[in-house]
């Protein structure tokens, strides 16, 4: 790396841009880091009034979850005006992580990772491409995430 670096001072090239350059070299190197399960979104449509607490809503073509899907989980109300905690706790970038039996997955499902369960049947119709169960936050031991119980249950344990 020196000597590139070296080579493109004598090349002319000048410090900023060089910079730069190894500043964008680092970030391509690195690439994208962590699960895109659980990070923030703000749906596109929000329903006059808002959500209802009793249901899930999911855009499918969410531009702002690398997985394209923004859940809204239990949310009463529209998410842009309640406690911004509880917006990010119930507001989130999930995944399709199951199908119904007989089903088909058109796509590749996802494995939810840790701090997150597959809840099968979140959505039970419509098309193959979105019926089926999807990541949603559960509650893990020693959990500092703040979540509340009465919306998450405990994950799911091994054995």
Known sequence: MHRFVSGLL???????????????????????????IGDPCVPESIPSGGFDPREVYLETSSVQCRTRVCMVYQVN?????????????????????SVPEGGQANTPLCDCGDGFTC?????????TGVVGGYCVPCIK???????????????????
């Open 119 to 127: 809840i099968d049947d979140v959505v039970t119709t419509g098309g």
């Open 77 to 97: 109300g529209d998410p842009r005006e309640i406690d911004p905690v509880v917006a990010e706790q119930q507001v989130f970038c999930s995944c399709r992580c």
């Open 10 to 36: 004598r090349l002319g090239v000048a410090p900023l841009i060089l910079a730069g350059l190894l500043g964008v070299l680092g970030l391509v190197g690195t690439g994208c880091t962590g699960s895109p």
């Open 141 to 159: 031991a020693n959990d500092d995430r703040g979540l509340n119980p009465m919306v998450y249950d405990e994950c799911p344990t091994d054995g």
